[in-house]
């Protein structure tokens, strides 16, 4: 049988090794315990606790079942504080936790490239360097299965950093109630 085996083409090894470089990078990729913080917000927090990321700079109200969708623009006045920079934010809330955080930022001279906003951001989140973005059309995604980073720029910089499980549990319940 190992006979066999050695007589396999070369490609035929090839690829069995690069698939398991790959498997092994993906499961690297997702190794992280916890999911890194956004602008002090952590994936799993209350609404008292985000709230006191922004202390007086914005106030977050929550549903009393602890379900809701916080809006929050800076469109036609500039954000200060701690948001300085931001030009919109969404903090998505399931069973009193925060599962997404969205934010738009204004049109950043450190960011001219897609590429370059997402490197920024890796730095900002004090990521490990071996989580590696896949760039699709104009997108940047990094996906650890327990959560995703997703960072675009159509125009201004946004990123979407989000609990997949809770995400999908969110798109139930609405699916369930209509």
Partial sequence: MIKRLVKLPVSFWLILIFSFAVAAQDSSDCALTDAPRLHGLRLGMS???????????????????????????????????????????????????????????????????????????????NLPAYLNWQFTKNKAVIDCRRFTLVADKPVDPRVVFTDTAKLAEAEARRKKSD
Avoid at 65 to 75: A, P, V
């Fill in 47 to 125: 609404p008292t606790e985000a709230q006191s990321v922004f202390g007086r700079d914005l106030k977050i109200k929550v549903k009393a079942d602890g379900d809701r969708t916080f809006f929050q623009n800076y469109i036609g006045k500039k954000a200060s504080g701690t948001l300085r920079g931001i030009r919109a934010l969404y903090l998505r809330f399931l069973d009193g936790r925060l599962y997404q955080i969205e934010i738009f930022y204004e049109e950043r001279a450190d960011a001219p490239t897609l590429e370059i906003f997402a490197a920024n951001l890796s730095a900002a989140m």
